[in-house]
């Protein structure tokens, strides 16, 4: 093989790699990135469970610190961990922490989330994604999984599985954030 065609063969690869590399990103750009600590809170949309179905989204919280507990109503560790965030919501929801709960239940559950709500006795807000599409968004492994967006937008802590959303220094951390002033 002369020079001129080993030359050609690698011009020819790093087209097919440069080309392979733009597709994979501008294809999957979503799922190259990560949602982890650090990084910026995505968007989602989700439903009022109040029979106006209107849909909400991170926007209607900006400004804000929210914990954001996604969730089933048939996740053993969700209905374990919800009296904790109930009792994080009494303790803390007067100082402005707004918990949202949204349940991945598929369509037609409505009354069952309602009925879990009832259960708990849940005062924070309940939201409905029928299609799942939250836990693409933001990554999930499973349910229950749970972000804490500081008011910058920015996630603070992610937890995987079922917690102590009362203990003290889960806490500590949101009344800190909670001193954060609004931009």
Same mark, same amino acid.
């Given at each position: ?5 080993? $030359? ?16 994979? /990103? ?7 990135? &990560?949602? @982890? ?5 995505? @968007? ?12 909400? @989204? ?10 954001? %507990?996604? $969730?089933?109503?048939?996740?053993? =560790?969700?209905?374990? #961990?919800?009296? !904790?965030?109930?009792?994080?919501? @009494? ?18 559950? #409505?009354? &069952? ?9 849940? &005062? ?5 994604? !029928?299609?799942?599409?939250?836990? !693409?968004?933001? +990554? ?5 999984? /749970? ?8 996630? +603070? ?5 079922? *917690?102590? $959303? %009362? !203990?003290? =220094? %889960? +806490?500590?951390?949101? *009344? ?6 609004? &931009?």
């Amino acid at each position: 093989m002369t020079a001129k065609q080993q $030359w050609q063969v690698v011009a020819a690869i790093v087209v097919l790699l440069a080309g392979g590399a733009f597709a994979a /990103t501008h294809f999957l750009k979503d799922e190259l990135t &990560s949602v @982890t600590i650090g990084s910026d809170a995505p @968007t989602f949309a989700a439903a009022t469970l109040d029979g106006t179905h209107k849909t909400k @989204t991170l926007a209607d919280y900006k400004n804000e610190v929210v914990v954001l %507990n996604i $969730w089933a109503t048939w996740c053993g =560790p969700c209905r374990e #961990e919800m009296p !904790s965030i109930q009792k994080l919501h @009494t303790a803390l929801g007067p100082k402005g922490l707004k918990i949202v709960a949204v349940s991945i239940d598929p369509a037609g559950k #409505e009354q &069952s989330i309602i009925d879990f709500e009832k259960e708990f006795g849940l &005062s924070f807000e309940v939201l409905h994604d !029928s299609t799942g599409v939250i836990q !693409s968004i933001y +990554r999930t492994t499973g349910v229950p999984e /749970t972000f804490v967006i500081g008011r910058d937008g920015v996630i +603070r802590k992610k937890f995987i599985g079922g *917690e102590d $959303w %009362n !203990s003290e =220094p %889960n +806490r500590r951390l949101l *009344e800190v954030l909670l001193a954060e002033p609004r &931009s």
